[in-house]
């Protein structure tokens, strides 16, 4: 036998030998405890069998002292379902172990539990004579109805802790008592503070995207200007809040879904934590952590009532939770919230009634804004032909003095009040319309509407569209590409041709217009497939209105029309509009200003 393996079988013999040493003195310490069965049943799952070590009453007595009657006991699990939610529970602790959607999955097309014991966590420390306690780790006796289970640990005559929790027969809203009845001898009128961590998995195809839109909202109860806040949700950086003053509600909030915490009665304060998952994580979107202090005199009053959301970002269903709760849904600031609110949202609501393709919504909500919105694009496109008419002489003003800005100005502005056209009234119906363009980009990527709605190549409106991966990554665009935001920068293109047909933009100004739609092209690529598609059918909707005005536009007429004005201005020189004067009074008095400046 050569040395080497001689050597290589002493170091084998050593191995096994101390395996074997090491497992048999596992299995001895095995031994020595008493198995406790306990079967734990979950909705679709096998039933699993646990064990956990008996503890000697007088170790619990030690650790839970008045407590230690309900810190020994049987785990068991309940659950209870509506046409919505099912929500199972374990009777160690009496809380809440998982929530399933019935309605939605994941990305990934599997089961979406929003709470799992896997992934979320509760503990309940209160403060008693013998220090403090976790009620989360006492056991409690269940009892159950058709639409309500409590929970139950006694701990003395008379003395006991319960959990008991409702659900309706539909809806996302779970109420939930907490009771602390007879224990003024053994609990103090402090504070139980509630500590609820969160890891969100990822459940949907963006994980950037979702990272960017979870945080933890909350609501002040005290009527202060700043009533609803929320840690920065695109922060990278571990973010923290503590909330001094009374909190409505708390809600731990994902792309899509949120899961919140509401008191009837205020919880005092808390404390706010949320941690981002690093880049090189695939699964995990961010942490969550919320200490929230519960006064133990509302338990101990029976006012401890609270609410559970488990469900969906619909503002439909948000906004009859309780008192603004519909802002875990972000559609814009004000005008452009409004817009969505009022407009966007109830039309789109209406629309699925009757249609069950999301793309075919997408291009009738495109078609009716444009009805809508006709007058402006009409009142625009008449106020560009007026300039174009007007260009020859304005190109003779430009020539005539040869480069001179200011003098320039005067001189077009001096123009335009002869023929009687007001410059701006071509930007007014654009700036009008900005509002409607911005509500879409607010509304479609947080419409869980288009999540998982396939519509041509796309498999989920409600992100980004990939048909085509290239096999490396362009800085700022990505690795992957949309082709309805090809299809979208496309049209936007061919809609800028049409608009430079009328305008009398000259210069790199002309050349910037068309720069900007390949600039959109890479901001837009990771957008959700509906917003581009929208914006696709919206440029081609608006290039054949462009079209159908221009046929029914008379240059000649407007030309007629445009020497009439400055005729009837001629005769009554000294008429001039309000905006004019104040216009021209602007004109002279930066004139001055150059003078001066030119003369030091």
């Known amino acids: 036998?050569?040395?080497?393996?001689?050597?290589?079988?002493?170091?084998?013999?050593?191995?096994?030998?101390?395996?074997?040493?090491?497992?048999?003195?596992?299995?001895?310490?095995?031994?020595?405890e008493t198995p406790q069965q306990v079967e734990k049943k979950t909705e679709g799952k096998k039933t699993i069998t646990e064990t956990t070590p008996v503890v000697s009453d007088s170790a619990l007595t030690q650790q839970?002292?008045?407590?230690?009657?309900?810190?020994?006991?049987?785990?068991?699990?309940?659950?209870?379902?509506?046409?919505?939610?099912?929500?199972?529970?374990?009777?160690?602790?009496?809380?809440?172990?998982?929530?399933?959607?019935?309605?939605?999955?994941?990305?990934?097309?599997?089961?979406?539990?929003?709470?799992?014991?896997?992934?979320?966590?509760?503990?309940?420390?209160?403060?008693?004579?013998?220090?403090?306690?976790?009620?989360?780790?006492?056991?409690?006796?269940?009892?159950?109805?058709?639409?309500?289970?409590?929970?139950?640990?006694?701990?003395?005559?008379?003395?006991?802790?319960?959990?008991k929790y409702t659900l309706p027969k539909s809806g996302y809203v779970l109420k939930y008592?907490?009771?602390?009845?007879?224990?003024?001898?053994?609990?103090?009128?402090?504070?139980?503070?509630?500590?609820?961590?969160?890891?969100?998995?990822?459940v949907e195809k963006d994980?950037?995207?979702?990272?960017?839109?979870?945080?933890?909202?909350?609501?002040?109860?005290?009527?202060?200007?700043?009533?609803?806040?929320?840690?920065?949700?695109?922060?990278?950086?571990?973010?923290?809040?503590?909330?001094?003053?009374?909190?409505?509600?708390?809600?731990?909030?994902?792309?899509?879904?949120?899961?919140?915490?509401?008191?009837?009665?205020?919880?005092?304060?808390?404390?706010?934590?949320?941690?981002?998952?690093?880049?090189?994580?695939?699964?995990?979107?961010?942490?969550?952590?919320?200490?929230?202090?519960?006064?133990?005199?509302?338990?101990?009053?029976?006012?401890?009532?609270?609410?559970?959301?488990?469900?969906?970002?619909?503002?439909?269903?948000?906004?009859?939770?309780?008192?603004?709760?519909?802002?875990?849904?972000?559609?814009?600031?004000?005008?452009?919230?409004?817009?969505?609110r009022f407009i966007v949202v109830p039309v789109f609501h209406f629309l699925e009634q009757y249609i069950s393709n999301y793309g075919i919504i997408i291009i009738i909500l495109v078609i009716l804004l444009k009805l809508i919105l006709f007058p402006l694009s009409y009142k625009s496109y008449m106020s560009m032909a007026k300039m174009k008419v007007l260009k020859p002489e304005i190109d003779a003003i430009k020539e005539k003095n040869d480069g001179d800005l200011q003098k320039t100005q005067m001189d077009t502005m001096d123009l335009y009040r002869k023929v009687g056209i007001n410059p701006l009234s071509g930007c007014i119906p654009i700036l009008l319309q900005m509002p409607v363009l911005l509500a879409m980009f607010n509304f479609f990527p947080n419409s869980i509407e288009l999540r998982q709605e396939a519509f041509l190549w796309a498999d989920d409106l409600s992100t980004y569209d990939a048909p085509i991966w290239l096999p490396f990554k362009i800085p700022f665009y990505g690795s992957h590409v949309s082709v309805f935001t090809l299809l979208m920068t496309i049209s936007t293109l061919v809609y800028?041709?049409?608009?430079?047909?009328?305008?009398?933009?000259?210069?790199?100004?002309?050349?910037?217009?068309?720069?900007?739609?390949?600039?959109?092209?890479?901001?837009?690529?990771?957008?959700?497939?509906?917003?581009?598609?929208?914006?696709f059918v919206s440029n081609i909707v608006t290039i054949f209105q462009q079209i159908i005005i221009r046929r029914f536009v008379d240059e000649d007429k407007i030309r007629l029309a445009l020497e009439e004005n400055k005729k009837k201005i001629a005769a009554n020189p000294n008429k001039k509009s309000r905006w004019m004067t104040r216009l021209e009074e602007a004109m002279k008095a930066k004139e001055e200003e150059a003078k001066k400046k030119r003369k030091k």
Request: hydrophobic share 35%.
């Open 1 to 32: 036998m050569e040395r080497n393996q001689a050597i290589g079988l002493v170091l084998i013999t050593v191995i096994m030998v101390g395996y074997l040493t090491y497992m048999s003195t596992q299995q001895q310490e095995i031994q020595t």
């Open 64 to 163: 839970w002292g008045s407590l230690s009657a309900a810190a020994k006991g049987d785990e068991k699990r309940d659950s209870l379902a509506n046409s919505d939610i099912s929500v199972t529970f374990n009777s160690k602790g009496g809380l809440v172990e998982s929530v399933l959607l019935k309605k939605y999955l994941t990305d990934s097309k599997k089961p979406l539990y929003l709470v799992d014991k896997d992934i979320s966590s509760m503990s309940y420390m209160i403060a008693t004579n013998e220090g403090e306690k976790d009620l989360a780790k006492l056991f409690y006796v269940p009892v159950k109805t058709d639409s309500s289970i409590s929970y139950k640990a006694t701990v003395g005559q008379g003395q006991y802790i319960e959990h």
């Open 177 to 202: 008592e907490l009771k602390l009845i007879g224990l003024s001898n053994i609990v103090k009128d402090d504070m139980l503070t509630l500590k609820w961590n969160a890891h969100l998995p990822k």
């Open 207 to 340: 994980l950037i995207a979702s990272r960017d839109n979870s945080t933890i909202n909350y609501y002040y109860a005290d009527g202060s200007d700043y009533e609803f806040d929320y840690l920065p949700e695109r922060s990278k950086d571990e973010e923290t809040q503590k909330l001094n003053k009374p909190v409505k509600w708390i809600s731990m909030k994902q792309k899509f879904f949120s899961s919140a915490l509401i008191a009837q009665n205020n919880f005092k304060d808390a404390y706010l934590k949320s941690t981002t998952a690093p880049e090189e994580d695939t699964v995990g979107v961010k942490d969550l952590e919320a200490t929230i202090q519960i006064p133990v005199s509302d338990l101990k009053s029976g006012k401890g009532n609270y609410q559970f959301y488990f469900g969906p970002n619909q503002y439909d269903i948000l906004k009859g939770v309780t008192d603004k709760f519909e802002k875990n849904l972000f559609l814009g600031w004000p005008v452009i919230n409004w817009i969505n």
């Open 496 to 535: 800028t041709w049409f608009n430079n047909q009328v305008s009398t933009v000259t210069g790199p100004m002309k050349s910037v217009s068309y720069i900007m739609p390949v600039v959109f092209m890479f901001v837009l690529n990771s957008f959700p497939a509906g917003l581009s598609f929208y914006y």
